[in-house]
């Protein structure tokens, strides 16, 4: 059967061959480059897909897909009495690149099994509740729900630790803290040009230590690759048994696996290119708050994951976080340097 997205075909004269099926084709393509970045839980990127036009997947299949190789172009021939497991090219034309293919893969052995579950269960789809799940309790470090409870007259809404410790806030203040504290990394149009020419500056400071690094990693991959290739020489010369080798080449593939991902990130890019996804990530961020607060859930916590890739802890008056989007902390600082607007108290932190 044919993964979804293509199909089995016949030409005239009884060939075989899988064609290109859409629009489950474009589904598929959209669910890998929304799974590799990393934002939503996959099962809410299936969920999702499945709204789009085309046959719907069940979950199951749906991570059997993320896992397909012949997605970038390529079909696993599984071992077969001497012969060893290994991917192929295949005859089909890919559907994605097989750097976004490794991106995918990153994401899901980062996530585990945790991710095959809705986090917290059908609260997650409350508009309500856009930060559920990513905030953590200050107390003991475990995940905020949310939930609501009703008083005498009306309802409240909250985020809360589930745990004995009993922090809880109100939903929506917590909201509206975060809506301002996004509005930290807008900037006015005035200053777009001297933003643009600072971080182009910075970028070029750095594109030489890029190049080392990326040398580095492709002569380790040249080396990795020259050892399995003498491995394999010596199993066929009978020096070693095929446990010898077998053992050899898994233990350099995990590496070569990584290495591999690692170049494709810092993959060299033309510096028009750099200019042209400066210019876009600049119209992203310039009212990244207003955005933030028009959009849907979905938008919202894609906006989220973009700024913070790690969880935020919330204190009950401020946020902070171990890691943020270089970018966006970029424009913080320079906006800092340059006098932005005027000082007031800051609600996040860095840890």
Not at 212 to 222: A, Q
Not at 250 to 257: A, F, H, P, Q, T
Request: proline share 3%.
């Amino acid at each position: 059967m044919a993964p979804y997205g293509y199909i089995n075909k016949c030409t005239e004269d009884g060939r075989k061959y899988v064609a290109i099926k859409e629009p489950e084709a474009s589904n598929i393509i959209w669910a890998f480059k929304q799974v590799a970045k990393g934002h939503l839980p996959t099962a809410i990127v299936r969920v999702e897909m499945n709204k789009r036009d085309g046959r719907n997947i069940s979950l199951n299949a749906f991570m059997e897909a993320l896992k397909n190789v012949a997605y970038c172009g390529k079909l696993l021939l599984r071992a077969n009495g001497k012969e060893e497991e290994k991917i192929v090219e295949g005859k089909h034309e890919p559907l994605i690149s097989e750097e976004l293919f490794m991106k995918v893969q990153n994401v899901l052995r980062r996530k585990g099994t945790k991710d095959l579950r809705l986090p917290g269960g059908k609260a997650i789809n409350d508009e309500r509740y856009p930060l559920r799940g990513i905030l953590l309790c200050p107390t003991c470090g475990n995940n905020l729900t949310a939930s609501g409870s009703k008083g005498r007259k009306k309802h409240y809404y909250y985020y809360h630790c589930s745990s004995a410790c009993g922090f809880r806030h109100n939903s929506d203040l917590v909201n509206e803290l975060f809506e301002s504290e996004l509005s930290k990394y807008e900037f006015r149009p005035g200053i777009r040009k001297i933003l643009n020419t600072i971080i182009l500056q910075n970028f070029k400071s750095v594109s030489s230590t890029i190049k080392d690094e990326r040398s580095i990693i492709t002569n380790r991959i040249n080396a990795l690759n020259e050892r399995i290739s003498k491995a394999r020489d010596m199993f066929l010369s009978d020096k070693i048994d095929e446990d010898d080798f077998r053992d050899i080449k898994n233990r350099y593939k995990v590496e070569l696996d990584e290495l591999k991902e690692k170049l494709g990130l810092i993959k060299k890019s033309p510096e028009s290119e750099i200019e042209t996804k400066l210019s876009l990530a600049l119209d992203a961020v310039i009212n990244v708050a207003d955005r933030y607060r028009n959009a849907n859930l979905i938008d919202k916590r894609a906006i989220v994951g973009s700024i913070f890739p790690e969880k935020l802890t919330f204190d009950g008056t401020s946020f902070r976080t171990a890691k943020m989007n270089s970018f966006a902390k970029s424009i913080f600082l320079i906006k800092k340097e340059l006098g932005g607007k005027k000082k007031r108290g800051s609600k996040f932190e860095k840890s």
